[in-house]
């Protein structure tokens, strides 16, 4: 057997894997309610819809743990080996899942819970900056809201805010319509992503092939992003329709600001056109004046009460975070008396840098030798933001992903793809209602050790661009 037809084989075992696994996401949904999939109240001829199978705890679970694995396995297989389908039928099957999703009821987490009852708090003249649903009592949409979320505000910008009312004022008091009124919007944002990145890279079938395996039909991404139904998909759509109108410094401000209006920390996206336009300073006011401007006039709308929960959770520690450990460590060798959130702030910010600074090196971020473009240094900081910050969430990898798609290939692509598995791993499933109890072990016990995978990734991406930067630096005698 050649070499080639090895490739050609493996190739196919890879899209075969991929395909299982975003099958496995459907069948999820198809189900209907169950330890993965929220059960949403309002009349049953409403969509989404489902099977109402009712199926037992322990086979959704395993359901999409084989999703997880096999979506990531396949995809590192695809990026390696995958060379000689037309992207395309990719771009294709991706919308078409992502439109499919979108009439299923959401898996993996109940965060779209949290998103109708903040809509509803609008609608009913509440400010869900200063309120929880629990401040809603036996109202049909904030009652769905699960724990421990009840008591939280909303931690997302003014212009995710505003969707979710609008949602809301349609769906009424039915979850489900409410429900599925977001994943409208959610669905469409992550195939107008699909659609400009293809376009994008449209003119190098190679590049335009691997944009598809890391976006449109990538199956994390539909499981985490399209089933899980997160806001994250509307923020990244926002950015990479930035990135690549900034030949117009006006549009593409008024994009980064949308994009910072529906979650802040997308703002990273924004320096990399700031870096492109550094030396002609009139483009760049003009980009940042309106950037601000629509972030400004957002957050003046809805008041500065919607800042304080982005400062509280900015200072969060994720359970499945590597920083979990140092924290562990340090109260285990200078006492349990602090959280020490505020010496792992500084601690993460130290190791932001270092990544962003290796990975920004001559190294294979740069575009075609002509330096650092806006979408490279985009993608450098995103990347080290989801790698060294303290609260990360698998559906944060989806950013990093979707602005590495408009760089060029690198083993960058394979460690945001181990990262995105191994946190996906972790939050199987993000919800505690309705879990038996023989699987609290994945909370408990998995969780916490694969924090130790992450922090092993985390350090070997630093040791792989201080290497690829010093195979760039080093001519060859």
């Given at each position: ?76 297989g695809a990026l ?175 994009l980064l600001g ?44 809805v008041g500065p ?173």
């Amino acid at each position: 057997m050649t070499s080639q037809t090895r490739r050609g084989r493996l190739a196919h075992v890879a899209l075969a894997a991929i395909g299982a696994s975003i099958l496995l996401t459907v069948v999820i949904g198809l189900l209907g309610p169950s330890a993965m999939v929220p059960a949403l109240a309002g009349p049953a001829w409403q969509p989404p819809y489902s099977l109402s199978a009712a199926p037992e705890p322990h086979l959704v679970v395993a359901l999409a743990a084989a999703a997880i694995v096999l979506g990531g396995l396949g995809l590192l297989g695809a990026l390696a080996w995958l060379r000689d389908i037309p992207a395309r039928w990719l771009v294709v099957a991706g919308c078409v899942v992502a439109g499919v999703l979108a009439f299923l009821p959401p898996s993996g987490s109940g965060d779209h819970l949290n998103y109708a009852a903040y809509g509803r708090m609008v609608t009913l003249g509440l400010n869900p900056y200063t309120h929880g649903a629990v401040d809603l009592p036996g109202d049909p949409v904030a009652g769905a809201v699960e724990d421990p979320w009840r008591e939280e505000p909303s931690v997302y910008g003014p212009v995710a805010t505003a969707l979710q009312a609008v949602a809301s004022w349609i769906g009424g008091d039915s979850v489900r319509m409410t429900i599925f009124v977001l994943a409208l919007f959610n669905a469409a944002a992550f195939i107008v992503t699909g659609l400009l990145v293809d376009r994008f890279t449209r003119h190098d079938p190679s590049a335009r092939l691997r944009a598809a395996l890391l976006w449109t039909a990538n199956p994390l991404l539909l499981y985490q992003l399209v089933a899980g139904m997160h806001v994250d998909t509307l923020a990244i759509a926002c950015m990479v329709a930035a990135l690549l109108a900034r030949g117009r410094p006006a549009g593409s401000g008024v994009l980064l600001g949308l994009g910072v209006a529906i979650k802040v920390n997308a703002g990273l996206v924004a320096l990399g056109p700031a870096w492109e336009l550094r030396r002609r300073p009139g483009r760049l006011a003009v980009m940042a004046g309106c950037a601000v401007a629509v972030v400004v006039a957002g957050y003046a709308v809805v008041g500065p009460e919607a800042i304080e929960p982005i400062t509280r959770t900015s200072k969060s520690i994720s359970h499945a975070s590597f920083w979990k450990l140092v924290q562990g460590w340090l109260q285990a060798v200078v006492g349990t008396g602090s959280a020490y959130r505020g010496e792992i702030q500084v601690g993460s910010l130290l190791v932001l840098v270092l990544l962003a600074w290796s990975l920004l090196r001559p190294a294979s971020l740069r575009s075609s030798g002509a330096g650092l473009s806006a979408p490279a240094v985009a993608a450098g900081l995103v990347v080290a933001y989801v790698f060294a910050t303290p609260y990360v969430l698998p559906w944060y990898d989806g950013l990093a992903l979707g602005v590495l798609a408009l760089v060029g290939a690198s083993a960058v692509d394979g460690f945001v793809v181990a990262h995105l598995t191994v946190l996906s791993l972790a939050y199987l499933p993000a919800r505690v209602v309705g879990q038996p109890a023989d699987l609290d072990w994945l909370r408990e016990v998995l969780r916490p050790q694969l924090a130790w995978v992450l922090l092993a990734l985390t350090v070997a991406l630093v040791v792989w661009a201080r290497r690829a930067a010093g195979r760039v630096r080093t001519p060859r005698g």
